[in-house]
């Protein structure tokens, strides 16, 4: 079974601070994805950056990162320059990748992100 | 990029009575399209896995008569809340994918407030 472990449930950082938000995971699938999602308060999930389990290099999306640590199972979300507009609630997840496309995202409990001026 | 789309995003229903929530994708066909259900400060749980032109699959504890799943087309899938219950409030949303090596994408959610 595929578990998600988010331990901050809030964090604030000051305007054009870098952030971390912790996610750990345990599987025992040989290959899967890694996702972040942000949901702002009218619930939509927006995608922000994913990394594959055999990628060797941590995945960027503009001021998204993820560091992608395999053996400690662990894939932080890093924010730099953080903005008023990404205080939302963040969630990790993660997908088994060899059932295909059948299979689900499992998300950890989340972190509210709050952003100061 | 590909789009989901949710329908409605909001609804009000007395208790005893049923609610349709749509899930489209507008631009790619989706075998496969999954419901989750966001009670308040929590994260998404997957209730069932919706399966074009078969049963859907229903995660333990989800009772499939309650949430109906239609899968009827490879761009649409329905969920319905059979005997709504207050309890049944929540906010349900669906996602859905295209293919192999890609984000799942969610349609917009929907509100559903059971008095």
């Known amino acids: 079974a595929q578990k998600i472990t988010q331990t901050q449930p809030g964090m604030f950082v000051q305007e054009k601070e870098a952030v971390t938000l912790d996610c750990t995971y345990d599987?025992?699938?040989?290959?899967?994805?890694l996702f972040w999602y942000k949901q702002p308060s009218s619930g939509e999930m927006i995608f922000l950056i994913y990394?594959?389990?055999?990628?060797?290099q941590n995945a960027t999306e503009g001021r998204y990162s993820l560091n992608f640590q395999k053996a400690r199972k662990s894939a932080n979300l890093v924010i730099s320059a953080s903005q008023l507009g990404d205080s939302a609630m963040y969630f990790c997840?993660?997908?088994?990748?060899?059932?295909?496309?059948?299979?689900?995202?499992?998300f950890g409990k989340g972190t509210r992100l709050s952003v100061i001026a | 990029g590909a789009v989901v789309s949710q329908h409605p995003s909001r609804v009000i229903c007395k208790s005893g009575t049923s609610v349709k929530i749509e899930c489209r994708s507008l631009?790619?066909?989706?075998?496969?399209m999954f419901w989750y259900r966001q009670f308040p400060k929590q994260s998404l749980m997957l209730m069932a896995t919706?399966?074009?032109?078969?049963?859907?699959?229903?995660e333990q504890g989800v009772e499939k008569d309650k949430f109906l799943i239609n899968h009827a087309s490879l761009t649409l899938s329905t969920l319905t809340v059979t005997s709504a219950h207050p309890e049944d409030s929540s906010f349900y949303i669906c996602?859905?994918?295209?293919?192999?090596?890609?984000?799942?994408?969610f349609g917009q959610g929907t509100r559903l407030t059971v008095v």
């Open positions: 996602s859905a994918r295209y293919g192999a090596d890609t984000e799942a994408f």
């Open positions: 599987t025992s699938d040989q290959s899967y994805g």
């Open positions: 990394q594959g389990s055999y990628d060797e």
């Open positions: 997840a993660m997908r088994d990748e060899i059932r295909g496309g059948n299979t689900p995202l499992v």
């Open positions: 631009d790619f066909q989706a075998t496969t």
């Open positions: 919706s399966n074009e032109g078969s049963k859907a699959t229903y």
